[in-house]
């Protein structure tokens, strides 16, 4: 690991565990048995180490959607997109979403230190909203209204869907057996997407 990408994870493990405000450039280089100097040769500011996290994130949301060929472009062609889609592809990236969250170190520290700073600041609870709560619910609204057709089913669907994900990153957390949480996610997204297809099967039926 090179110094920069060091510097950026160390801070990140600091911001999780102590909060963004908490933590100074100071801290970040003690950690890294640096003078605060040589750090700034890598970033500006803490400020600047805070963004270049953001970017990563967005980075990391744009591989991971095209690993597992996810549609992509606006809203539209999305949803129908995903009309067309696979149920098992789906499966797929929904579970690789919460390893994502909870396994992988980077985003899994990232979302902690969102759910400890969503209170202390405007901008950190947008980021909360953006990454883990309204707008996850927001994006699958949109996709089940696309499959179904109804707003308000559409609604309850995203909630019953994304309900349970995110009660589990908190038990995924605090458990001892985390390959037992996983099995739960995984067992929710099947469960779920077979109820939806079944769902969505006999609406068709019935259509005709």
């Known amino acids: ?51 270049c996290i953001l970017e990563r994130m967005d980075a990391m949301d744009i591989e991971r959607a095209k690993k597992y060929e996810m549609p992509e472009g606006d809203m539209e062609k999305v949803v129908t997109a995903y009309r067309k889609l696979p149920f098992e592809q789906i499966r797929t990236y929904s579970e690789a979403q919460f390893r994502h969250w909870t396994q992988e170190e980077f985003p899994s520290l990232f979302r902690k230190m969102l759910t400890l700073e969503q209170f202390r600041s405007q901008e950190m609870n947008e980021l909360y909203q953006k990454y883990l709560t309204s707008s996850p ?51 929710h997204v099947e469960r779920f997407s077979d109820s939806l297809k079944r769902s969505l099967e006999q609406g068709v039926m019935q259509d005709e």
Do not use: C, W
């Open 137 to 187: 619910v927001t994006y699958m609204k949109e996709i089940f209204r696309g499959m179904t057709g109804d707003e308000r089913t559409a609604e309850q669907l995203a909630l019953e869907f994304y309900g349970p994900i995110y009660l589990l990153y908190s038990l995924y957390d605090g458990a001892a057996d985390k390959e037992a949480v996983t099995a739960l996610m995984n067992t």
């Open 1 to 51: 690991m090179d110094t920069k990408e060091n510097i950026l994870l160390t801070a990140l493990r600091l911001f999780a565990k102590n909060g963004f405000e908490a933590v100074s450039v100071s801290r970040i280089a003690g950690e890294l048995g640096m003078v605060k100097s040589a750090l700034y040769k890598h970033y500006k500011s803490k400020r600047d180490i805070f963004d």
